[in-house]
């Protein structure tokens, strides 16, 4: 079973930046679609960016794009997500995710995710 594990959260300015990692283990992940999503206080669980782990191929909700990047390290079985220029409402616990397949198209729901880490806070203050 595959098993998630994110890492890099904390506690920032407005404008500044902050990469999360994660790391994946417990099984092959070569075919495997890795993304992130946040958790609003609201209880919204909210896209934010995909990356399919063979090709590297990505896709980004529209309130990061351009500020967030989604990247991977084949060797190490690791996703990143490089945040810039954060804003207040930022804030969210993110999640890593994996879906146990490559081709994964835009919109997609949290459901459809086979596996999630545990999630790391992260709280951009203004």
């Known amino acids: 079973q595959v098993q998630l594990v994110e890492s890099g959260g904390g506690l920032v300015q407005a404008g500044d930046s902050l990469t999360l990692s994660c790391a994946a283990s417990g099984g092959p992940v070569s075919t495997y679609t890795m993304g ?3 958790q609003t206080p609201k209880k919204e669980r909210e896209f934010v960016a995909v990356i399919d782990w063979d090709e590297g191929h990505t896709h980004y ?15 190490n079985a690791m996703v990143y997500l490089q945040m810039n220029s954060l804003k207040p409402e930022d804030t969210a616990v ?12 835009i919109p997609i729901t949290a459901n459809e995710f086979d596996y999630w ?10």
Do not use: E, M, P
């Not at 995710?97 to 198209?105: K, N, Y």
């Not at 880490?117 to 203004?126: E, F």
């Open 36 to 38: 992130w999503f946040r």
């Open 61 to 75: 909700a529209d309130a990061v794009k351009g500020r967030f990047t989604i990247s991977r390290d084949n060797t």
């Open 94 to 105: 993110y999640y890593c995710a994996l879906i146990r397949r490559l081709d994964v198209t």
């Open 117 to 126: 880490g545990q999630g790391t806070q992260v709280t951009v203050s203004s």
